[in-house]
């Protein structure tokens, strides 16, 4: 059931920390009157929000790219809306905007912090708020920009059947590079196998990773993609190749705290004159049209797949964070906050 739009605002509010994984009980929702802009402000109605395994992060006491979530307001919540109301001329009734909308059905902004969205025919909405997004900047910008891969390299992919880690692989086969993606499932690999095109996939819930790495690595690893972190992403160091790259994205194994790197593994880095190098989508929003525009073409032409999966309003978010730590997720996870159509 989606919330009652035309008479309250719905907030989920965060009314503790978690220490491992998040609960219903970490959060208060609240009602309160529906916003109304000021002068260069507009009113959105948010229709999806996105699910990103760093939510979590932000969630603790400990600054990430974000400040710490203050108990007691808001979710921080990365949106997709309409505007409803508008009290700036660069924005109109009707119009979609990408923002930090919060866990909540309505949220007022200036006009200046919402990004436009001109949805394409035939693409869905919802892709302009994930592959057509963060996402797909952060794989592409991520590959190419810190991983500086040439044809014929080997790129290994962790969480490769997830949100960002199917676009990677997919935009290294672009690049002409041997990629093998590791995922958990037998579902998840046949989907990176049969629908993506990506022919090495390495099942790490069932196989023994280091054994397959060894078979279809055989010269050792030249870019690492990694989002997940723990014993694989060891194995993975362990085997780079000299000169080799490893684009840190991600270490969602770690997110709910328990898992810990081991270090030992880090030396590979200075006998194979390698580098692990963080990467930050924030940073490479200049590219932002230029990337979106060549990820659009191709979603449009079908030549990038991706998955969404859409739970049905805020009071599945708590659902929606737990499959994403348990890898349910299939691609993106997006809570539908209220429905696409302008009222
Ligand atoms: N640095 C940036 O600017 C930036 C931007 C966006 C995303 N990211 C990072 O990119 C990574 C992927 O994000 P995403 O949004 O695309 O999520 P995603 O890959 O769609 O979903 C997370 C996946 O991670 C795997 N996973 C979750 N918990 C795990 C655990 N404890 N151990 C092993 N694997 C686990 C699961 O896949 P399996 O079922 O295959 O295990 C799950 O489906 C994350 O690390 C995220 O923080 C970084």
Not at 66 to 76: S, W
Not at 90 to 98: E, I, K, M, Q, R
Not at 199 to 225: F, M, N, W
Request: hydrophobic fraction near 40%; charge should be negative; glycine fraction near 12%.
């Amino acid at each position: 059931m989606n919330a009652p739009l035309d008479t309250l605002n719905v907030q989920w509010r965060l009314a503790s920390r978690p220490t491992g994984e998040v609960g219903r009980e970490h959060f208060e929702v609240t009602r309160a009157p529906i916003p109304e802009p000021g002068p260069g402000e507009v009113r959105v109605r948010n229709l999806y929000l996105l699910i990103p395994p760093s939510m979590r992060l932000w969630m603790n006491e400990k600054e990430t790219y974000f400040p710490p979530q203050p108990l007691g307001e808001v979710m921080t919540g990365i949106t997709l809306g309409i505007v409803e109301s508008s009290r700036d001329p660069s924005l109109a009734p009707g119009d979609y905007v990408n923002g930090l909308g919060g866990c909540q059905v309505w949220s007022v902004a200036p006009a200046g912090q919402l990004q436009k969205v001109r949805p394409r025919p035939g693409v869905p909405l919802a892709a302009y708020r994930s592959v057509l997004d963060v996402q797909g900047l952060t794989a592409y910008c991520g590959l190419t920009e810190i991983g500086r891969p040439k044809a014929g390299e080997t790129l290994v992919v962790t969480a490769a059947a997830g949100s960002v880690g199917s676009l990677v692989c997919q935009i290294g086969k672009k690049l002409g590079l041997k990629v093998v993606g590791i995922a958990g499932g037998s579902e998840k690999c046949g989907w990176l196998r049969d629908e993506c095109g990506i022919e090495h996939v390495i099942d790490y819930k069932s196989e023994d990773v280091a054994a397959r790495l060894d078979a279809l690595c055989p010269e050792g690893i030249d870019v690492v993609y990694e989002n997940v972190g723990g014993p694989v992403m060891d194995m993975l160091i362990e085997r780079l190749r000299f000169k080799g790259r490893v684009v840190l994205c991600g270490l969602v194994s770690s997110y709910n705290g328990g898992v810990t790197q081991n270090t030992a593994s880090l030396m590979t880095l200075v006998n194979k004159a390698a580098r692990m190098e963080g990467f930050l989508v924030s940073e490479y929003l200049h590219r932002y049209d230029e990337v979106v525009g060549i990820l659009q073409e191709w979603v449009a032409t079908g030549a990038l797949k991706y998955q969404i999966e859409v739970l049905d309003g805020l009071e599945s978010m708590v659902e929606a964070i737990g499959r994403v730590f348990h890898g349910k997720n299939r691609g993106v996870q997006l809570v539908k906050i209220s429905d696409e159509e302008a009222r």
